[in-house]
């Protein structure tokens, strides 16, 4: 009678422990869930942020400027147009 009064006590405090534990639990997820949507826009805006340091720095150079220009149809002074096919 006792051991089944023990099994009876124990399984009864399982169970409120598991029901207790519930909400911590989905909080949990739920932050997670946060935490990893802030990591990928994080992820996202540091790949923005090396792509314009790239561009910053190819239009800081000589080289770059005269690429950038030239793409919008600069020509040197008496420089004739390549033909393009």
Do not use: F
């Amino acid at each position: 009678m006792k051991l089944g009064w023990l099994v009876a006590v124990v399984v009864l405090a399982t169970a409120t422990g598991l029901y207790l534990s519930r909400k911590p639990w989905q909080v949990y997820r739920e932050q997670q869930a946060k935490a990893e949507g802030i990591k990928a826009d994080m992820s996202e805006a540091e790949k923005e942020r090396v792509r314009l340091m790239e561009q910053k720095a190819a239009l800081t150079s000589s080289i770059g400027r005269e690429e950038a220009i030239r793409a919008k149809g600069w020509r040197k002074p008496n420089e004739s147009p390549v033909d393009q096919p």
